[in-house]
């Protein structure tokens, strides 16, 4: 264990930094002490030319859970997305800004054109790919037959994605998703919402419910769904949580 106790010293660095509080301490021996008697249980299994070299260790502390840790928002705001729009099938789905693995594979079943500020740093071929903003999409009035947006228009103004700053960022960021809607066309948005609205800066705003109705107006709302606190509901309650909205622009 000589050996052991040496790799261990080199890599106790960030561990034992001073910012991290007792509690992470605690987390990480408990871990440390289940990988070595791990490590140990495995070389006496192994034989000779099966035994694990020292500069190939890679300890990968806590995922050793009960169960499998996944974000609700994510998770459940993405499923939620993908079967209404897979369900209406339309002939070209445009998002702008969601998360780039709800894109990925919503585009090997629907063609699918992705507009961000920023480029995807990795091509997929079943994925289109337009630089723009979602203050000045590039796309002409009534425009578009299917359009998401995913957990975006509450970050717009704030400066996090390198956005400018700009107080009505979620109203202008609304506003232009609304204008490129064809009539009869279908707009998917998310968002957090409270009981008031809240800037948090720069991570993001929370919408009251009845304000973002009076913003998507004359929009219709053809379906609503909510996460809160990790459950997926059609019912709203009280206090922080995701609104899912399934919208159709009637005029």
């Not at 106790?5 to 408990?30: E, G, N, Q, V």
């Not at 063609?111 to 002409?140: A, K, N």
């Not at 103004?157 to 202008?172: A, I, M, N, S, V």
Request: hydrophobic share 40%; with cysteine.
């Amino acid at each position: 264990m000589i050996k052991e106790a040496l790799w261990m010293l080199r890599h106790l660095k960030y561990y034992l930094s001073p910012r991290r509080s007792i509690s992470s301490w605690c987390k990480d021996l408990a871990a440390w002490q289940r990988f070595w008697k791990s490590y140990q249980r495995y070389k006496q299994l192994a034989s000779p030319s099966e035994q694990p070299r020292l500069d190939h260790l890679y300890p990968c502390l806590g995922d050793d859970t009960a169960q499998t840790p996944i974000d609700p928002i994510y998770f459940y705001q993405d499923a939620w997305a993908f079967e209404k729009i897979v369900n209406q099938n339309p002939r070209q789905h445009i998002d702008v800004g969601s998360h780039h693995k709800f894109v990925a594979l919503l585009s090997k079943v629907v063609p699918v054109t992705m507009v961000d500020i920023r480029p995807l740093s990795l091509p997929l071929d079943t994925l289109s790919f337009q630089e723009g903003s979602i203050l000045e999409l590039p796309f002409e009035d009534r425009s578009i037959e299917s359009l998401s947006s995913l957990c975006v228009v509450e970050h717009i103004g704030l400066g996090r994605y390198g956005d400018l700053l700009d107080p009505k960022g979620t109203e202008k960021a609304i506003r232009e998703l609304k204008r490129v809607v064809k009539v009869n066309g279908n707009l998917y948005l998310s968002l957090p919402i409270n009981d008031k609205n809240y800037t948090f800066f720069n991570a993001h705003r929370i919408l009251s419910e009845d304000y973002f109705f009076d913003l998507i107006q004359p929009f219709k709302i053809i379906e609503k769904n909510y996460i809160f606190g990790g459950k997926f509901t059609n019912h709203k309650l009280n206090g922080f949580g995701i609104g899912l909205y399934f919208l159709q622009n009637k005029i």
